[in-house]
């Protein structure tokens, strides 16, 4: 549920307010005081002032083949904490992890919803970038869980970095600026 519905849920459930009254908290929640009140979907404007904290994040979202073992692996591999997961009967996942409070998602392949994992065949559009405090033991630890090197940690560009391939076809970039 989106931030939007989870707001006009909780103004519908306060039967303190008038229908106006629960228009505008929902408004001025997700849009700032710049919003025209009428609503937010159709006069959404950015306003960065409103953008602190964790309801203002950019986090990738993984598909994946074997979701739960994907989640072993990032476990394993970066000392991932699993924060959100769902699973349906057939074992399809969708979790949230996060590495030192860097968070991303992941789920399961659903070609017929447009989400593919890098070994479908289409290959992948995103690289994922790791930064850590000791890359060296980060990409050692994912060696150990299964990932393939591409290219071993070195410095270069100002960074010690190294490039890996997890077991679902995802490249990762672990390292840190020197």
């Not at 989640?71 to 991932?80: P, Q, T």
């Not at 030192?100 to 659903?110: N, Q, R, Y």
Request: with cysteine.
């Amino acid at each position: 549920m989106c931030r939007i519905t989870r707001l006009r849920r909780m103004a519908r459930n306060d039967f303190s307010s008038s229908r106006q009254e629960k228009d505008k908290i929902v408004t001025l929640a997700c849009c700032g005081d710049i919003a025209d009140q009428a609503g937010c979907e159709a006069n959404m404007v950015f306003d960065p002032k409103n953008c602190g904290g964790p309801n203002c994040t950019i986090a990738p979202w993984l598909s994946v083949r074997g979701g739960a073992r994907a989640v072993e692996f990032y476990i394993a591999a970066f000392g991932a904490v699993e924060v959100y997961r769902v699973e349906d009967p057939d074992g399809n996942v969708v979790s949230r992890l996060s590495v030192g409070g860097a968070e991303f998602w992941l789920s399961d392949e659903s070609p017929e919803h447009g989400s593919v994992s890098p070994g479908h065949g289409a290959g992948a559009a995103v690289r994922m970038i790791l930064t850590v405090a000791d890359p060296d033991a980060v990409f050692t630890s994912a060696l150990k869980a299964g990932a393939s090197e591409v290219f071993p940690v070195s410095e270069g560009h100002g960074w010690r970095v190294g490039r890996l391939v997890d077991p679902f076809g995802h490249h990762w970039e672990i390292g840190r600026p020197v």
